[in-house]
């Protein structure tokens, strides 16, 4: 089997740099648009009012990228972002070429069990807002392909509830179209502090 010739579409790609200089800036935009959204999820209100566990704040963000989840480039924000061997409580905005945007709530152990009744209970809420559930045992998909979420809106409320029981972690996301571009900073941080409130309600 010949492995090294170039199909047609190939040949076209490998003699044109422009669109690798186009992809390099459209990477340069998200990485800023990365920072915006970090500096505008730590000066929001919630960030200040919730008690997160243990130095979260002080560790600040970490943006990190690189070019291969499922072969496609990509770019990641933790912030707030806690994670120990056991204990886990971080909030991920994920940039996938050529799919979306998603965030994602992502809690294990102590976190998990500390919250998880707020959240069984936020079932309506959190429906409604379009959020999705992570349904994998490993936890460390972090896209909405091959059943991985499901929308809550599409579970029935007791398997809701016996979903997130029966589990380590619990992971909410909810994706955001590029189409939307102009609008992913408000959109993300307005659910960052929908999400943030359901679990104020555990108190």
Do not use: C
């Not at 500096?39 to 990190?64: D, M």
């Not at 590029?178 to 960052?192: N, Q, T």
């Amino acid at each position: 089997m010949d492995t090294v010739s170039l199909t047609a579409e190939e040949r076209a790609l490998v003699v044109n740099a422009e669109w690798l200089y186009l992809k390099n800036n459209v990477l340069q935009k998200v990485m800023a648009l990365m920072g915006q959204l970090h500096q505008a999820l730590e000066v929001h209100p919630a960030t200040k009012q919730f008690p997160f566990p243990g130095q979260t704040l002080q560790t600040g963000g970490k943006i990190s990228k690189g070019e291969r989840y499922k072969e496609l480039p990509y770019i990641i924000l933790d912030y707030p972002r806690f994670f120990t061997r056991d204990n886990i409580f971080a909030f991920r905005t994920m940039f996938w070429w050529g799919h979306y945007f998603i965030a994602t709530l992502h809690l294990a152990g102590e976190e998990k069990e500390r919250y998880s009744d707020a959240i069984a209970s936020a079932w309506q809420q959190l429906a409604v807002h379009q959020f999705q559930i992570y349904l994998q045992e490993d936890p460390w998909h972090h896209d909405l392909e091959n059943g991985n979420y499901k929308l809550i809106s599409a579970i029935p409320v007791l398997e809701f509830k016996q979903l997130i029981a029966r589990r380590p972690f619990i992971k909410l996301a909810k994706p955001y179209s590029f189409e939307e571009w102009g609008k992913i900073i408000p959109e993300v941080v307005r659910d960052y502090a929908l999400l943030l409130q359901v679990l104020v309600n555990s108190d």
